[in-house]
Nanobody, 117 residues
Framework: QVQLVESGGGLVQAGGSLRLSCAASGSIFSINAMGWHRQAPGKQRELVASISSDSSTYYADSVKGRFTISRNNAKIAVYLQMNSLKPEGTAVYYC???????????WGKGTQVTVSS
């Protein structure tokens, strides 16, 4: 089992920045990758960014150049630096852990990000 706890959400004006944090505990040795997903009202949850055990990263086209995902060396925390935020970035952001061969298995409870225009 892996437990994930997010923090750092809030209200920000368009063009502003926020940094999300996710603390992992439990069987962290089983984690292949960690990522941030978001779900806006009335929309499907989407993968925003992820970072693998080999430090390779993925970004959705909509956030490339504005968001940066990083983690500490022990893989017990992952961060999402969000710059130049847009109103369409308003969503609940979820931290998730991918287990090799099983997909995104573990999820945090989410943190609300609201970007005002």
């Amino acid at each position: 089992q892996v437990q994930l706890v997010e923090s750092g959400g809030g209200l920000v004006q368009a063009g502003g920045s926020l940094r999300l944090s996710c603390a992992a505990s439990g069987s962290i040795f089983s984690i292949n990758a960690m990522g941030w997903h978001r779900q806006a009202p009335g929309k499907q949850r989407e993968l925003v960014a992820s970072i693998s055990s080999d430090s390779s990263t993925y970004y959705a086209d909509s956030v490339k150049g504005r968001f940066t995902i990083s983690r500490n060396n022990a893989k017990i925390a992952v961060y999402l630096q969000m710059n130049s935020l847009k109103p369409e970035g308003t969503a609940v952001y979820y931290c998730a852990a991918e287990i090799r061969g099983r997909g995104w298995v573990y999820w945090g409870k989410g943190t609300q990000v609201t970007v005002s225009s």
